[in-house]
């Protein structure tokens, strides 16, 4: 199993120019989530879905937008790239069958440079 | 809403020497805790969880941690430090109401010397 994986690693990005961060995990896995790191701020969550179709807004999810069309991907948008969204961004997911308890299992992280 | 503290930006330990890595919450009802390591350019590895029963919770390359409810608290300790184990350590607490979304803490970097 990969678990989760990222692309692209890394990319810089001019102010307006517009992306999308492919997450996929081959783990079955229902739910799945995009966070950004920033330092001194741990992880914050941008989206979230919870299944096939569905998606939902974290904490902070302006300026970007999801989608889940398939299980195993999730897709990270930027429309209009802006220097605040400059960071590093992390996917992860978990699964259903014990909601509660079940950990999440993170990719590599794919670091984005907005100039 | 929930939130976590970690009050140290930074631990320094020598290697041989005991470890702990702080971390309080707050949250209504009963948490979920986390902790996750994260190694440099790597994504966050689970190291341990408290879902409920024993406060004291052992995890993965022999760290652990202690739930003290009347504390708030939820702190990373390892008996003899490594210096593999020098990275950034994120405290986590998952509200039961809340689904599956964590909140993280905002990251102890631990720096463990020959």
């Known amino acids: 199993n990969a678990g989760v994986t990222q692309t692209p690693k890394f990319r810089v990005l001019k102010t307006g120019q517009s992306m999308t961060l492919l997450c996929a995990q081959d783990?079955?896995?229902?739910?799945m989530y995009w966070y950004r790191q920033d330092p001194g701020m741990g992880l914050r969550l941008i989206h979230y879905s919870v299944g096939e179709g569905t998606t939902a807004k974290g904490e902070v999810p302006d300026g970007y937008n999801v989608s889940r069309l398939k299980k195993q991907n999730f897709l990270l948008g930027l429309e209009s790239a802006a220097p605040s969204q400059t960071s590093v961004y992390f996917c992860?997911?978990?699964?259903?069958?014990?909601?509660?308890?079940?950990?999440?299992?993170f990719g590599p992280g794919t670091r984005l440079l907005v100039l | 809403a929930q939130s976590v503290a970690q009050p140290e930006d930074q631990v320094n330990v020598a290697e041989g020497n005991p470890l702990t890595v702080k971390c309080t919450y707050s949250?209504?009802?009963?948490?979920?805790l986390f902790w996750y390591v994260q190694y440099p350019n790597r994504g966050l590895q689970f190291l341990l969880k408290?879902?409920?029963?024993?406060?004291l919770v052992k995890g993965s390359y022999g760290f652990e941690a202690e739930f003290n409810k009347s504390q708030t608290s939820f702190h990373l300790k390892k008996p003899s430090a490594l210096v593999s184990d020098s990275a950034l350590y994120f405290c986590?607490?998952?509200?039961?109401?809340?689904?599956?979304?964590?909140?993280f803490g905002g990251g102890t970097r631990v720096l463990v010397k020959p």
């Open positions: 783990m079955n896995h229902e739910y």
């Open positions: 992860a997911s978990s699964s259903l069958r014990e909601v509660i308890q079940e950990t999440q299992y």
């Open positions: 408290y879902i409920t029963g024993d406060n």
């Open positions: 986590a607490v998952r509200p039961f109401a809340a689904g599956n979304k964590l909140t």
């Open positions: 949250v209504s009802g009963n948490p979920y």
